[in-house]
Antibody
Framework: EVQLVESGGGLVKPGGSLRLSCAASGFTFSSYSMNWVRQAPGKGLEWVSSISSSSSYIYYADSVKGRFTISRDNAKNSLYLQMNSLRAEDTAVYYC???????????WGQGTLVTVSS | QTVVTQEPSFSVSPGGTVTLTCGLSSGSVSTSYYPSWYQQTPGQAPRTLIYSTNTRSSGVPDRFSGSILGNKAALTITGAQADDESDYYCVLYMGSGHWVFGGGTKLTVL
C-alpha cells in the first residue's frame, strides 16, 4: 500500500524557516517524481514544487521561488521542503504527492499544517 | 499568468447527472494538458478520480467519467449520490514540471 506521511509542520514567525519531510513507503520511491501541493485555510489547492526521480529536474511556483527548496533522499525514501523567509500567506496545509502516469498526482499524503504568524 | 477556471458551485439532485468543467483563461484545454480531477471533503486529503483526461484512478466508480467537451475538460458524475457532495478540483499540466489547479467546484447534492 502506498503511504506518504508528512511531518515538520508547526507555528513559525514571519521571516522564519521550517523544513517539511515526507516519508514514502509501499512503492519504489526512487522511480517517481514528487510534488508538494499546499492549501491555505478555506482555499483551493496550489502546486508548490516538483522534483524528478533523480533530482535532475526541479521546479517551483513563482510564489515560492527563491524561498523554498525541494529535495529528496532516495536512500531514505524521503522528500523534503525547506521553507525560508516565510510569510503569512504561506500558511497552509502542505501535501506531499506522488506523480504517477499521465503527469498527474495519483497518491496524496494526509498533509501537515504550517502556520506563519507572530 | 495562466488561470484555470472552474464553476465555483454546482447543485445536483440525487440520482441526477452533473458535468463540471475546467477551462483556461486563454485558450483551449486539450489532452496535451493531461487534465486530472480530484475530490476533497472537508478536513481530508484530496482523492484522485481521473487522470490523463479520462482514465479513472483505481477504485473510482464508473459513474465518474472524464472527457474534453468543446474547449474544456469535463468531469461527469452520473447517478449522483449523497456522498458525492464534495469539492472537486481539476489540474492542468503546463509542461516543464509545472501544474496549475483550478479554483475548485463545491458540489451540493440535494
Amino acid at each position: 500500500e502506498v503511504q506518504l506521511v508528512e511531518s515538520g509542520g508547526g507555528l513559525v514567525k514571519p521571516g522564519g524557516s521550517l523544513r517539511l519531510s515526507c516519508a514514502a513507503s509501499g512503492f519504489t520511491f526512487s522511480s517517481y517524481s514528487m510534488n508538494w501541493v499546499r492549501q491555505a485555510p478555506g482555499k483551493g489547492l496550489e502546486w508548490v514544487s516538483s522534483i524528478s526521480s533523480s533530482s535532475s529536474y526541479i521546479y517551483y511556483a513563482d510564489s515560492v521561488k527563491g524561498r523554498f527548496t525541494i529535495s529528496r533522499d532516495n536512500a531514505k525514501n524521503s522528500l523534503y521542503l525547506q521553507m525560508n523567509s516565510l510569510r503569512a500567506e504561506d500558511t497552509a496545509v502542505y501535501y506531499c504527492a506522488r506523480i504517477g502516469v499521465g503527469n498527474t498526482v495519483d497518491y496524496w499524503g494526509q498533509g501537515t499544517l504550517v502556520t506563519v504568524s507572530s | 499568468q495562466t488561470v484555470v477556471t472552474q464553476e465555483p458551485s454546482f447543485s445536483v439532485s440525487p440520482g441526477g447527472t452533473v458535468t463540471l468543467t475546467c477551462g483556461l483563461s486563454s485558450g483551449s484545454v486539450s489532452t496535451s494538458y493531461y487534465p486530472s480531477w480530484y475530490q476533497q471533503t472537508p478536513g481530508q486529503a484530496p482523492r484522485t478520480l481521473i487522470y490523463s483526461t479520462n482514465t479513472r484512478s483505481s477504485g473510482v466508480p464508473d459513474r465518474f467519467s472524464g472527457s474534453i467537451l468543446g474547449n474544456k475538460a469535463a468531469l461527469t458524475i452520473t447517478g449522483a449520490q449523497a456522498d458525492d457532495e464534495s469539492d472537486y478540483y481539476c489540474v492542468l499540466y503546463m509542461g516543464s514540471g509545472h501544474w496549475v489547479f483550478g479554483g475548485g467546484t463545491k458540489l451540493t447534492v440535494l
